[in-house]
């Protein structure tokens, strides 16, 4: 069964606006939460984290939100800029060193 | 750059056929981990190591094994190797706290 979900596997958006990329889990074990960003033919790479003892985390254009009763998190990226096309993905963790658990991804298409 | 190297960076092979892939760190990190990526699937763990000779099973770990007798290398093997296995495989470590830093990955290919 899906730990991490990320329902939506691909997105559209036009360059400059808001672009939100959603997350569910449903391990209440889990209390570190991540999202990389992958291009094609690379490595993930780590974009921003969350600890589950905070609700909202920012750095720069990347906001991640998180609602633990609803077990939900989102990315937000404003504005979004082509650059930001890729695919991202919703990571969680909890008690084992390390081992995390990837969401199956979105793919973000950013237009000009 | 996070210091990992993954060798072959492609590889084709043929069903049944061992298969081995490498992983390198520069950094001296303890625990390193071996990943597959499938369309549909996002990233499983398949083993990862936390320390010389000390390994332990993933989510997908049938069919896989994995060796690490130097701090530096972690070694990824497919025994026999089949379809199912074509994936894109990467490597990561981790600094020492919950976010991991990938290699570039590996494209394998089982004909």
């Known amino acids: 069964d899906q730990q991490v979900k990320q329902n939506s596997p691909s997105l559209s958006v036009q360059e400059g606006r808001i672009s939100i990329l959603n997350c569910d889990y449903t391990n209440s074990m889990f209390d570190y939460f991540l999202w990389y960003k992958k291009y094609p033919a690379e490595g993930p790479t780590f974009l921003i984290s969350i600890s589950s003892i905070k609700d909202k985390n920012e750095d720069g254009r990347f906001t991640v939100f998180l609602n633990k009763s609803a077990k939900h998190l989102s990315l937000h990226i404003v504005p979004s800029q082509p650059g930001d096309s890729a695919v991202y993905f919703c990571a969680a963790t909890g008690g084992s060193q390390g081992n995390l658990i990837f969401g199956k991804g979105t793919k973000l298409s950013v237009k000009p | 750059d996070a210091g990992i190297t993954q060798s072959p960076r492609h590889k084709v092979t043929e069903t049944g056929t061992p298969v081995t892939l490498r992983c390198h760190q520069t950094e001296n990190h303890r625990y390193m981990y071996w990943y597959r990526q499938d369309p549909g699937h996002g990233l499983r763990l398949i083993h990862y190591?936390?320390?010389?000779?000390?390994?332990d099973k993933g989510e997908v770990s049938d069919g896989y094994s994995v060796s690490r007798s130097k701090t530096e290398d972690f070694l990824l093997t497919l025994e026999s190797a089949t379809s199912s296995q074509t994936s894109v495989y990467f490597c990561?470590?981790?600094?020492?706290?919950?976010?991991?830093?990938f290699g570039s990955g590996t494209q394998l290919s089982v004909l």
């Open positions: 990561a470590i981790s600094r020492g706290n919950e976010k991991l830093f």
């Open positions: 190591s936390y320390g010389v000779k000390d390994t």
